[in-house]
């Protein structure tokens, strides 16, 4: 079907802030943006922006033909992450990947203009299924035949047959070429398969030409994809009610910062990434949410915030929201150590060795093991660089007096602090389960079945507790 064209200058003022989801169905979506090789490319750019402002995290995928017309490096500074260009990341004379220093023809800014790297071992699927929307725009003739004919020629094409996200296409192209039977051929297709399809406006084109194929206005184009977000998320059978539904729960997120003076600081290379997710998952799941964050990124709406930024503004945050919470996630990465003296001035440079005194931090993981009330789920989080992570979870996990700990491999490329992927376990008193190499967003999914579990589990216990007492109290009677 057709998706109804916008006024154009009417952008919906509650698209234009990061307002909740009830307001702006692009608030907190991750919308993928692919961008194909026409002269229209260059509005890609403003539809780019409009996104980013709407509060959706951008995922720029561009094709070959796309970076003659546009720079990655335009759209990587935009918008949640680099552009991507290639299934492959650039592969130097001996065939390991391009090192520093080598040219960069695409204009990525990076010595892999594939964007890809070794963070994404399949990055088409990774793509698909962290995308929430899916917006081609410019959609050229061969992009449309591609897709209609399901051939993957290229990172947007296999994305786009991988996705069970929304796509709105938004065509561009001379009169003629539009006209021709065979687009309007797979044109028909694509929206009897479901795709949305943004027609292409008359005006000026290309050659100063005038006829019907010129791209929408980028206004049009975002309007549009709040729209089929929507009707997507209107249409999404609702999930049922679980163990999470109402229950208040606390997510710390992020690496703390412990200063050595006004300038320079103690701290780790945690994104912020997996805990954020986690505070999605739960929300998502009905569960009431305060994240405390020492990370800078865009929380996911509805989370009730409080940043942090060293160990002890982290406890003090945490255990106080903790007391009257169902559920506690410590997720951040807090720092074990701390300076023991913070300079009010300065430390200026010298020629001479220096050293810093160093204190232990509070361990928060630790008091709200040893505090925490009756049926509350605790959640720990240990990062190793050894491989054992079953073994060192659970010794984390009799340690603290948790329920769950989620023992997670940092230190190597592609997986841990910085990266979309987690090599992790999950394990609870009863067994340990391996998640491999792992998504993020689905780690945050499997850990709140597991807390879930722990939940229906306690409220099973409390009940049997309760039936025992009451069949006690009626024996005593008799």
């Not at 509650?14 to 608030?27: K, Q």
């Not at 500074?77 to 391009?98: I, K, M, Q, W």
């Not at 729960?249 to 703390?256: C, L, M, Q, R, Y």
């Amino acid at each position: 079907m057709e998706v109804g064209r916008p006024a154009l200058g009417h952008y919906p003022a509650s698209m234009s802030n990061h307002a909740g989801a009830g307001e702006n169905p692009l608030a907190g979506k991750t919308v993928l943006l692919g961008v194909c090789g026409g002269i229209a490319a260059y509005k890609a750019v403003e539809v780019c922006r409009r996104l980013t402002d709407a509060g959706a995290r951008v995922l720029p995928v561009l094709t070959r033909g796309a970076t003659r017309f546009v720079a990655p490096l335009t759209f990587s500074a935009l918008a949640a992450e680099p552009a991507r260009v290639s299934l492959f990341p650039r592969l130097g004379a001996s065939g390991a990947t391009a090192g520093t220093g080598s040219s960069d023809p695409a204009g990525t800014g990076s010595s892999d203009p594939a964007g890809t790297g070794s963070t994404e071992p399949v990055p088409h699927i990774a793509l698909a299924r962290r995308a929430d929307l899916v917006v081609v725009a410019p959609a050229t003739a061969r992009l449309l035949g591609s897709y209609a004919a399901g051939i993957s020629s290229d990172l947007l094409t296999a994305t786009l047959l991988a996705t069970r996200a929304p796509v709105l296409v938004c065509p561009a192209m001379h009169t003629e070429m539009w006209e021709h039977p065979a687009v309007q051929d797979n044109v028909a297709l694509l929206r009897r398969r479901g795709v949305e399809v943004l027609e292409p406006d008359e005006g000026r084109l290309a050659g100063g030409d005038v006829g019907k194929g010129r791209l929408p206005a980028p206004e049009a184009i975002v309007v549009g994809a709040a729209a089929l977000m929507g009707r997507a998320q209107r249409a999404a059978p609702a999930r049922p009610a679980g163990e999470l539904a109402g229950v208040r729960a606390v997510v710390s997120a992020g690496g703390t910062r412990e200063p050595i003076d006004p300038v320079r600081y103690i701290g780790n290379r945690s994104s912020g990434q997996q805990g954020y997710a986690i505070a999605a998952e739960l929300l998502a799941r009905g569960a009431q949410v305060t994240l405390v964050s020492a990370a800078a990124m865009e929380p996911p709406p509805g989370a009730d915030v409080v940043e942090v930024e060293t160990a002890a503004e982290m406890a003090d945050a945490v255990l106080g929201a903790a007391a009257s919470a169902g559920v506690v996630v410590m997720a951040a990465a807090v720092a074990d150590y701390r300076p023991a003296s913070v300079l009010e001035e300065k430390w200026k440079k010298s020629a001479a060795p220096v050293s810093v005194a160093l204190v232990p931090t509070i361990d928060i993981l630790a008091e709200l093991g040893a505090h925490r009330r009756p049926g509350q789920v605790l959640v720990g989080f240990a990062a190793e660089t050894a491989r054992e992570l079953a073994e060192l979870g659970r010794r984390k996990l009799e340690a603290k007096g948790a329920d769950l700990v989620v023992a997670n491999e940092v230190g190597r490329p592609g997986t841990g602090f910085g990266s979309q992927y987690s090599r992790a376990v999950i394990v609870s008193r009863e067994r340990t389960v391996d998640l491999g190499l792992v998504d993020k967003r689905a780690l945050a999914s499997r850990l709140a079945d597991a807390i879930e579990a722990v939940l229906a589990a306690s409220a099973a216990k409390t009940a049997n507790e309760a039936h025992t007492a009451e069949e006690g109290g009626c024996a005593a009677g008799t």
